[in-house]
């Protein structure tokens, strides 16, 4: 006779075992009330206060604060040290391979998560911590090799390069990482409507922590009270990246509570038995002793003995690179259209924004970046950098405003308009910037980097959340019917957030080679603007729409 949720416990567990796990029943439904989950997977997570939202949308203020610093001194500080122009390419590959391959496997894994502080939270403090150890190498890379090693020469040179290219790969690794269990958490602790918000209050602080990160790397920091009691300008840009990221991830960690998945005891996991063959997304949910529709039936006691063998095995195989290769190949046509179009939205914003500040020095203002230090060409260089960390800063304003009329846009256009003319405004204006590059209309055109920045960060995931609340819906509807597997929002998520390593991948292989046969970087930005005009018409033709 099969078992039913009222008879459950009590087959499973002599009776002072059942007391002890009403009492942890009773303390997880606490749980998952304060994280605005029902214990059952079933109610809407409880509305949550402005200021929580803008809480958890910290940790997005702090991460863009650190990026807009690694985009305006990487460059320099790799030619400043000395690295050859045949491994450039090399620096922006390693770190975008490596979160290709892995990001599935961590968005997966804190799918399964049972961690006591929550399933995404544990991830994301890991992820912070690498990002401050990897800006640390390559701010201060040179300085303490230079302590290290007195004696100048190759070694030094050679070391230099080392450390500083591994702090580059370690920060680009752990913030491109970030970003999918940070959705993550948003999605498990908030309703539809609050997604939404915390979505565009992502945008908004992305854009003011970019501006931010901008204008501090923009000021001359050598000549202050702070350049010179710390020693050198990067050593103060350090300090304060470092600071700021600190608080913000603080903030973003307390924000609002998770639920813990608890793990099932022992004797559950002998009653479970997988009938689906793998799918996209397909994760094992288990929250207060109930089974979630990852699984097709409890089995009966007799068959218990059958498998005693099999059922951790099971549980355990959903995590292999295998399984989840097999899960993201057979992900459904309109995740799969959704992830291509977020591949040539992302390659075309990163061809032009981490090549901007380079393009400005040598194309615009005419300067030398391999020239002498105190040579009038390589001068003439750093101060187009400098003017390109203020167009990275109009571009991170306009991003920040972008999200807001965003808002009052989405009901007249919808999430179809959003997402076209994000991509359309960043090819005409990255076009015009390459065919015509002077100072002050390119200057004017960075407002427009802005719409396709905070496009790239909210309209996609918007449609994950939509596609997420159909598939809910319709599980409602078909209540009682058997189910297939349930989807795991963190491995929907870091499919997503794969995306953007696949485009530094692309972005790396793919302008080595054009700047070498066009022999100028302006190729970058006429690249970026094809390669946007064309994801103007693959988002309005291929995309899918919840109405």
Same mark, same amino acid.
């Given at each position: 006779?099969?078992?039913?949720?009222?008879?459950?416990?009590?087959?499973?567990?002599?009776?002072?075992? *059942?007391?002890?796990?009403?009492?942890?029943?009773?303390?997880?439904?606490?749980?998952?009330?304060?994280?605005?989950?029902?214990?059952?997977?079933?109610?809407?997570?409880?509305?949550?206060?402005?200021?929580?939202?803008?809480?958890?949308?910290?940790?997005?203020?702090?991460?863009?604060?650190?990026?807009?610093?690694?985009?305006?001194?990487?460059?320099?500080?790799?030619?400043?040290?000395?690295?050859?122009?045949?491994?450039?390419?090399?620096?922006?590959?390693?770190?975008?391979?490596?979160?290709?391959?892995?990001?599935?496997?961590? &968005?997966?894994?804190?799918?399964?998560?049972?961690?006591?502080?929550?399933?995404?939270?544990?991830?994301?403090?890991?992820?912070?911590?690498?990002?401050?150890?990897?800006? *640390?190498?390559?701010?201060?890379?040179?300085?303490?090799?230079?302590?290290?090693?007195?004696?100048?020469?190759?070694?030094?040179?050679?070391?230099?390069?080392?450390?500083?290219?591994?702090?580059?790969? /370690?920060?680009?690794?752990?913030?491109?990482?970030?970003? &999918?269990?940070?959705?993550?958490?948003?999605?498990?602790?908030?309703?539809?409507?609050?997604?939404?918000?915390?979505?565009?209050?992502? *945008?908004?602080?992305?854009?003011?922590?970019?501006? @931010?990160? =901008?204008?501090?790397?923009?000021?001359?920091?050598?000549?202050?009270? @702070?350049?010179?009691?710390?020693?050198? +300008?990067?050593?103060?840009?350090?300090?304060?990246?470092?600071?700021?990221?600190?608080? !913000?991830?603080?903030?973003?960690?307390?924000?609002?509570?998770?639920?813990?998945?608890?793990?099932? #005891?022992?004797? %559950?996991?002998?009653?479970?038995?997988?009938? +689906?063959?793998?799918?996209?997304?397909?994760?094992?949910?288990?929250? #207060?002793?109930?089974?979630?529709?990852?699984?097709?039936?409890?089995?009966? /006691?007799?068959?218990?003995?059958?498998?005693?063998?099999?059922?951790?095995?099971?549980?355990?195989?959903?995590?292999?690179?295998?399984?989840?290769?097999?899960?993201?190949?057979?992900?459904?046509?309109? =995740?799969?259209?959704?992830?291509?179009?977020?591949?040539?939205?992302? %390659?075309?914003?990163?061809?032009?924004?981490?090549?901007?500040?380079?393009?400005?020095?040598?194309?615009?203002?005419?300067?030398?970046? =391999?020239?002498?230090?105190?040579?009038?060409? =390589?001068?003439?260089?750093?101060?187009?950098?400098?003017? &390109? !960390?203020?167009?990275?800063?109009?571009?991170?304003?306009?991003?920040?405003?972008?999200?807001?009329?965003?808002?009052?846009?989405?009901?007249?256009?919808?999430?179809?308009?959003?997402?076209?003319?994000?991509?359309?405004?960043?090819?005409?204006?990255?076009?015009?910037?390459?065919?015509?590059?002077?100072?002050?209309?390119?200057?004017?055109?960075?407002?427009?980097?802005?719409?396709?920045?905070?496009?790239?960060?909210?309209?996609?995931?918007?449609?994950? *959340? +939509?596609?997420?609340?159909?598939?809910?819906?319709?599980?409602?509807?078909?209540?009682?019917?058997?189910?297939?597997?349930?989807?795991?929002?963190?491995?929907?998520?870091?499919?997503?957030?794969?995306?953007?390593?696949?485009?530094?991948?692309?972005?790396?292989?793919?302008?080595?080679?054009?700047?070498?046969?066009?022999?100028?970087?302006?190729?970058?930005?006429?690249?970026?603007?094809?390669?946007?005009?064309?994801?103007?018409?693959?988002?309005?033709?291929?995309?899918?729409?919840?109405?």
């Amino acid at each position: 006779m099969p078992l039913t949720k009222q008879n459950f416990s009590e087959v499973l567990l002599p009776p002072p075992e *059942a007391d002890n796990a009403m009492r942890d029943g009773i303390r997880e439904k606490e749980d998952s009330v304060l994280a605005g989950e029902d214990a059952f997977g079933s109610v809407e997570p409880v509305k949550k206060p402005t200021g929580r939202l803008v809480m958890h949308s910290m940790a997005m203020f702090g991460r863009e604060f650190c990026y807009a610093v690694e985009a305006a001194f990487v460059t320099p500080v790799l030619l400043s040290v000395g690295l050859p122009k045949h491994l450039y390419s090399l620096v922006w590959l390693i770190s975008p391979i490596l979160g290709f391959v892995l990001q599935p496997v961590v &968005g997966s894994a804190s799918d399964h998560c049972t961690s006591g502080w929550g399933k995404r939270r544990p991830y994301i403090l890991a992820l912070g911590v690498m990002m401050l150890l990897g800006m *640390a190498l390559y701010l201060n890379g040179d300085m303490v090799i230079s302590a290290l090693i007195t004696k100048r020469g190759q070694q030094q040179r050679t070391w230099a390069i080392v450390i500083t290219m591994l702090g580059v790969v /370690l920060f680009d690794f752990a913030a491109d990482f970030i970003d &999918g269990p940070i959705k993550a958490y948003l999605f498990d602790v908030c309703s539809h409507q609050d997604k939404e918000k915390g979505l565009h209050y992502h *945008a908004f602080l992305t854009g003011l922590g970019g501006a @931010l990160g =901008y204008l501090t790397g923009a000021i001359d920091w050598a000549h202050t009270i @702070l350049g010179r009691f710390l020693g050198s +300008e990067f050593q103060v840009i350090f300090f304060i990246a470092a600071l700021v990221f600190l608080i !913000c991830l603080t903030v973003h960690l307390s924000s609002i509570p998770e639920a813990p998945l608890r793990d099932a #005891n022992a004797e %559950t996991k002998l009653l479970l038995k997988v009938d +689906e063959p793998y799918e996209y997304g397909s994760i094992v949910k288990v929250k #207060n002793s109930y089974l979630e529709s990852g699984y097709a039936e409890i089995r009966t /006691l007799p068959d218990l003995g059958k498998s005693t063998e099999t059922p951790h095995t099971e549980v355990q195989r959903r995590m292999t690179i295998k399984s989840l290769l097999k899960a993201l190949l057979s992900m459904p046509s309109h =995740y799969r259209c959704l992830c291509v179009s977020h591949l040539i939205g992302w %390659t075309a914003f990163l061809s032009n924004m981490l090549f901007f500040t380079d393009f400005m020095g040598q194309i615009v203002y005419h300067g030398d970046p =391999y020239a002498p230090h105190n040579s009038t060409a =390589y001068l003439t260089y750093e101060r187009g950098v400098e003017i &390109g !960390c203020w167009g990275m800063c109009i571009n991170a304003v306009s991003s920040s405003l972008y999200s807001y009329l965003q808002k009052a846009l989405l009901p007249c256009i919808g999430l179809k308009g959003l997402y076209f003319i994000g991509y359309l405004l960043f090819g005409l204006g990255t076009g015009f910037i390459g065919l015509f590059p002077r100072v002050h209309s390119t200057l004017a055109l960075c407002s427009l980097f802005g719409v396709m920045s905070s496009t790239l960060y909210t309209v996609p995931f918007n449609l994950i *959340a +939509e596609y997420h609340r159909e598939e809910e819906s319709q599980k409602q509807q078909h209540k009682g019917k058997t189910e297939g597997p349930g989807r795991g929002k963190g491995i929907d998520c870091a499919a997503l957030t794969c995306m953007v390593q696949l485009a530094q991948i692309v972005v790396g292989v793919g302008l080595g080679f054009l700047v070498s046969a066009a022999g100028s970087v302006v190729v970058v930005v006429i690249s970026a603007s094809a390669v946007a005009l064309t994801g103007c018409c693959f988002v309005a033709l291929f995309i899918r729409y919840v109405e």
